[in-house]
């Protein structure tokens, strides 16, 4: 095991000349740190937190306890989906849930942190660059940040993410490092042909690569050039889900992509394979209601999904959308499209990890692989998986729709 060697900055914080509360959070970084086998700290310039989401009274505990000690962030840090949508609070079926997923969301904005509420920091401004050290929580944050970007973070989870935001440190270890940052498995994705050019391709290949690679780090070859942000978004988080993935390299398309990798193991990946994938996620034929928008929609999403919506016969099932709050500010009169169309549009959170479908809805369409691998185990729902022009056919309808 390799000594960890703190700067005198490192130091004095955790002696505590900045308050109780940073010594905490950096003997927090620093345990993590020697876990790791770090030889240092590395400074960061941004923090995402995921513990803002409530998961019992230790999620309060620890928040209240920074607090009580006079921590604050020191670095730009956004927050994570919480357990409440704090603009549309009816929408939360469990008060109880609700009450403390208040308390929380307002415990972590109560030490420095904005209030976003997003699951995609990446849709906000001032992203992190090429190369700079952050620490973002949320899986699909990850590997977005890791991937699309070039930024480097590791997978941090609840209680470090905020430590890390108060210290403006994180170990030295694993994706912060440019070693670790190699591709292990190249995945040839050309036989996919035309079918790379629809949307419904990336979430199903993400969760097939996931579910080969596990935490490993695969090399996409074959991915076409007019791939948009919102299809990574869709494979990262499938990948995410389905395995480990914070990581995946795009050949010709994402900026640390090797251009020769013959030495690693290589599979194909066919038509038929995605076809199974799509059977796997599709637990059901019926239809109670859809919800789409995981993670968070973008505003481009927003705008498509108006457009399918703006003219047609109404909904015979409930439409939710989620996306986030400043995307929501975006939509302008788009938002009222959306709602006289009859979508439910959610912020703050997400339908897949708080009470916001109804108990008696067993059967959910949804154009996420990230949803559809989570939501049967979390919400005990049928999950579908479609387009986005599926769902709304199929919201139409009043049973799933597909096109093939």
Known sequence: MQT?????????????????????????????????????????????VDSCLYHGQVSLDFAHRLGD???????????????MDLIHPALVRDQELATAGRELMTAYVDLGCTPTFTCAP??????????????????????????????????????????????????????????ARQGTVVFDCRPLGDFLHTELAYP???????????????????????????????????????????????????????REFADLPTSEVDLATLQRVRRELSTTGELDAVSVGTPHASYAECLRLAELVADGPPF?????????????????PTLEVLENAGVTVVVDTCTYVTAILSPDWKNVMTNSGKWAHYAPGNINVNAVLGSLAECVASARAGQVVLDS
């Open 4 to 48: 960890l060697h703190l700067t005198a900055e490192e130091e004095a914080m955790l002696g505590g000349r900045d308050g109780e509360g940073v010594a905490l959070a950096m003997r927090v970084i620093v345990g993590q740190a020697r876990i790791s086998d770090a030889p240092r700290l590395v400074e960061i310039t941004s923090a995402h």
């Open 69 to 83: 000690l006079g921590a604050r962030v020191r670095v730009p840090t956004t927050l994570n989906v919480g357990s």
């Open 122 to 179: 990446y849709q906000l401004p001032n992203r992190p660059a090429l190369g700079e050290h952050i620490a973002w929580a949320e899986s699909n944050a990850i590997v977005f940040a890791n991937s699309v970007l070039g930024a480097r973070t590791d997978r941090y989870g609840d209680f470090l993410d905020v430590c890390a935001a108060i210290t403006g440190r994180a170990p030295y270890a694993g994706l912060q490092t440019t070693e």
């Open 204 to 258: 199903l290949l993400g969760h097939h690569i996931g579910s080969v690679v596990g935490a490993g780090i695969p090399v996409l070859v074959g991915i076409p050039a007019d791939v948009t942000e919102d299809d990574l978004k869709a494979l990262g988080a499938a990948a995410a889900s389905a395995g480990g993935v914070a990581l995946f390299h795009a050949v010709d398309i994402t900026p640390e992509a090797p």
């Open 316 to 332: 015979k099932v409930p439409f939710y959308l989620s996306t986030g709050r400043a995307t929501r500010g975006r939509l302008g």
